[in-house]
């Protein structure tokens, strides 16, 4: 495989960013008064819905709670709006390797992608927060999961990608830290990474290319490269 272009999940992938996501939709149920208060166990069996609104519904109808379309929408309206100012705070960092590899990326004249479910926004505030850039100024194509129509793991969010960066599935390699993920990028055909985000560490990442404990491990695009190359000629067991 000519490795081309690497493709980036967000939320756990390029920064642990899943706690934030968590305070800020506190701070908006609070804000409303509406009496929910999400715990980290909860927000965990949550996080298997993905996309803020689709995940407050889940949540509403667990709880015998309607909620309207337009009440969930604005409710993540204002999520994302507490979100976006935590992260301007600039207490995150890009998990560990994550820059490096960027850098490296970039300097071999390689594509970034970022194929999220996340909203852009948020996105974009994460990356001017940890890389002091606009992300269009990182990343040559990012596309968000409102603007394909079914989220991670239906694979559209990395066929989008895929169709923008003019690469075929296996000229390009996915980092992603959850099984949906997994999921949506393998159903593109694309090769996965996953490194568990703490979120994730419990999941089923059959399928993947390679599991590996950090991003460290594919901190230069040879690494990364390595990696692949040596799980894909790797002999099953018994094959000798």
Known sequence: MALEAIIFDVDGTLAETENVHLRAFNETFRAINLGWEWDEALYEQLLKTTGGKERMKAYADSIGQEMTAATLADLHQRKTRAYTGLIARR??????????????????????????TTNRPNVDALIEATLDRP?????????????????KPAPDVYLAVLQ???????????????RNGLRSATAAGIATVISPGRYTLAEDFTGAAAIIPSFDQVATVSALSDLLHRRATAQPPGSH
């Open 91 to 116: 207490e995150i960092a890009l998990r560990p390797g994550i820059a490096d590899l960027i850098a490296d990326a970039k300097a071999r004249g390689l594509k970034l992608a970022i194929a999220t």
């Open 135 to 151: 992300a269009t100024e990182v990343f040559d194509v990012i596309v968000a999961g409102d603007e394909v129509p079914k989220k």
């Open 164 to 178: 923008q960066l003019g690469l075929p599935a296996e000229n390009c390699v996915a980092l992603e830290d959850s």
